[in-house]
C-alpha cells in the first residue's frame, strides 16, 4: 500500500508492505552517502538488509532510550557526517524506533540547513504513528521535544515483517495510537480492534491509522489548528507517563499511557466499556499503580496548560473529535479517581 | 521604506527607515516574552531602546566574534528560554550582526520547532545582505554554518541610523555586498558608488540591495539554483577569508574579502578598472598580503569544489550575471597571480 503525503513541495510516500525493506532502493535513491541511525535494541539483520541497498552506508547505533535523544547525540552525529564529507544532495537515514526518527530526523533537518531523511520505523508506535507528519526534535534536559524542527520525510517506508521481533507488551503498546486514530476518525478501525486479529490485520491497521494522522497533517502541518486532535489521551498520557518514569518500577510505556489518558476523554460510559474491553483485548493496563500528585505536578507544567484552563480532546462518539479549553479542576478531578470523565462543555461547540 | 518578502504563508516585512528602532512595536507584537540576543560590541543603547518596547525583555549578551556562533551558545540560548518559559508565542529578537542574526535566528527556527523570530541587523553588512534570506546557522568546530535552518523572521528592522557608531572600516566592508548586488542586476546601484556620497545615499543603497536580494529568493528560496548567483565573489573570497584569519596581522572582514574575490569575476578589463576604483573611493584594499597556498586549500575543501571543476557566478557587464562551472585550474591561476580573471567559456550559455 502507498500513501502519498501532500503537503506542496515537500510532498512524499509512505509505503506499507510486508518485506518492503528488502527493496528500499526502488523507491528511493540509495547511491548517495546515507547515514544510518539506529539503537542497540533494533535487530542487526534490519540496519543490515537496509545497508547492503546503500551505495555508501555509514551505520551509527546509538544507546537505547530516550537520554539518547539530546543535544549531544545529535550534534555527534552531525560531527560524523561533516568528518565523512557529507554533502547536500546526501541523506540521513532512521530505522527503529520513534526515539531514533525523532533524533536522525533532527539532524537531517539542520545538516547543511536540511538534507534528505528517509524513515524507516520498526515498532508498531513509529510505524503507527510517529514516523509520519514530520515532527523532529530531541529533548533538553528532563523537556521532551522542546528543541527541533517540522522536517518531512523523502520516504517512509513501513515493513510490518520488522515487528516479528518486537515484544508482545511494545507491540500492544503501539496499537494504543491505532485505537487513538479510530476513536477521532475511524469508526471502522475501533471494529477491527474489537473483532479481529490484530496480528492478522496489521497492515489494514496501520494503513487506516496513517489515512487518519495524514488527513489531519495535511490540513495543519505545523498545528496551529486540527492537529491538536492527535494529541487525544496525551494531556493526561504525560502526566501518567512522567509520574511512572520516576517509580523503580511499574514503567508504562508511551502507549500504556496515551490507552489510560483516551479513556476520561470518551463522553458515554457505553464507549468507555467498550474502550477498556478493547484495552483489555490487546493486553493494556488498566489498573496502574502510581503518584498521582506527581502526574498533577507535570501536567501543571505542561504547555498546554495556561491561566486556569486546559486543552483537551474530547470523543462524543467513536469516529468523532472536539477540541475543548476546560478548567483544569476537570482533570484534577479524573487523575484523583473523583469523576470518570470530563463532562461535556454546556455550550457545543463546532467539531 | 517597506519591502515585502512573498515567501507563501511565511511572508514578512522589511523595514528600512531612519529612526525606525524607536517604533518597532508599532510593527510586530512585542506584548510578550522576548529574547534579546547581541553582543558585546553593539552599542547598550540599542538594545536598551528596543528592550524598553518589550512587555517582557530578555536580554542575552555573548561574546564578540564569530566562535559565538557555536552549538554550546546556541544550546545556552535555548535553555535561557526553557528555564523562562518561553512558548510556542513568545520571540527572539536578534540587535548586532550578522553573527548574532545567525545565531539567534537558529534558536528561533529550533526552540519549540520554531517560534517568531525578529532581526534588528546593525552593521552595513547585515543590513544590506545578510539578515533577508532566511539563512541561520551555526558552526561545528572550523566548519562554518553546517547546522542550521531556512527560518524566516516575522520582521526585519533596518534602522540605518544605528550604523553611525560603526567603525570606517567596518562600514564600508559590509558596503561590498551591495556592491555585488549592483553588478549582479542594479547598474544603477553601481552608479551610485561611483559618483554619488554612500553615507548621504545609505537608505537608498540599503533598498537597492535588498531588491536584488529579495527578487532572487523569492525565485528560490532553497538555494536550488538562481541563489548561487549571491555568491559572487564569495568562492575566491571564502578562500582569502581563510588564509587572512590565519595571520597574526591583515585580518580582513568578509565584505573585504568578497571585494577582492569579485574582481577577477567580471569579464571585461574596463569593468574591474570601474570597480577597482570604486573601491578605491570606499577604502575596501586591493592589495593584500596572504598565503596563497593556504587560500588554496581552504578553497579546495569548500563544498562547491566537485570533480576538477566548481561552480562559479561571472558578471560579463554591470546588472547582468552568469553562473558558470569552471575548471579548478582557472580559479588557481587568479589566485596565483597568473591571470586576472576567468575566461569566459566559448560556448555561452543562457544567463
Not at 507488551?169 to 486479529?197: H, N, P
Request: charged share 25%; proline share 3%.
Amino acid at each position: 500500500m502507498r500513501l502519498t503525503m501532500r503537503l506542496a513541495e515537500r510532498s512524499y510516500d509512505i509505503i506499507i508492505k510486508k518485506g518492503s525493506l528488502h527493496h528500499v532502493g526502488q523507491l528511493v535513491n540509495l547511491n548517495r552517502k546515507v547515514l544510518i541511525v539506529t539503537d542497540r535494541g533494533v535487530p542487526a539483520q534490519y540496519v543490515h538488509t537496509f545497508a547492503q541497498q546503500c551505495h555508501a552506508p555509514f551505520v551509527q547505533v546509538v544507546e537505547q532510550g530516550e537520554h539518547s535523544k539530546s543535544v549531544s547525540v545529535w550534534q555527534t552525529l552531525l560531527e560524523t557526517m561533516m568528518k565523512l564529507g557529507f554533502g547536500r544532495g546526501d541523506a540521513v537515514a532512521a530505522v527503529g524506533g520513534g526515539m531514533v526518527g525523532d533524533l536522525a530526523g533532527f539532524a537531517a533537518a539542520s545538516y547543511m540547513r536540511g538534507i534528505d531523511f528517509i524513515n524507516i520505523p520498526t515498532t508498531t508506535l513509529a510505524q503507527i504513528d510517529s514516523s509520519i507528519g514530520g515532527k523532529t526534535a530531541v529533548n533538553l534536559g528532563k523537556t521532551k521535544n522542546i528543541v527541533g524542527a517540522f522536517w518531512q520525510p523523502r520516504l517512509v517506508l513501513i515493513d510490518p515483517e520488522t515487528l516479528d521481533t518486537l515484544s508482545p507488551r511494545l507491540y500492544a503498546a503501539g496499537l494504543a495510537e491505532a485505537l487513538k486514530a479510530g476513536l477521532l476518525a475511524d469508526s471502522e478501525l475501533v471494529r477491527i480492534f474489537e473483532e479481529e486479529d490484530c496480528k492478522e490485520y496489521i497492515e489494514q491497521i496501520i494503513y487506516r491509522s496513517l489515512i487518519v494522522k495524514k488527513n489531519i497533517v495535511e490540513r495543519d502541518e505545523r498545528e496551529t489548528g486540527d492537529r491538536a486532535a492527535l494529541n487525544l489521551g496525551h494531556t493526561l498520557g504525560h502526566g501518567i507517563e512522567s509520574a511512572t518514569s520516576l517509580q523503580e518500577e511499574g514503567h508504562l510505556y508511551h502507549g500504556e499511557c496515551v490507552a489510560l489518558g483516551m479513556i476520561p476523554m470518551l463522553e458515554t460510559a457505553e464507549l468507555r466499556e467498550q474502550v477498556k474491553a478493547i484495552c483489555r483485548r490487546l493486553g493494556l493496563p488498566l489498573e496502574v499503580q502510581y503518584d498521582r500528585q506527581l502526574a498533577l505536578e507535570a501536567m501543571r507544567h505542561d504547555k498546554k496548560a495556561q491561566s486556569g484552563m486546559i486543552r483537551i480532546v474530547k470523543v462524543p462518539k467513536a469516529g468523532q473529535f472536539r477540541l475543548d479549553k476546560v478548567p483544569f479542576e476537570q482533570v484534577e478531578a479524573v487523575l484523583l479517581g473523583k469523576a470518570e470523565e470530563i463532562p461535556a462543555p454546556k455550550k457545543e461547540k463546532a467539531e
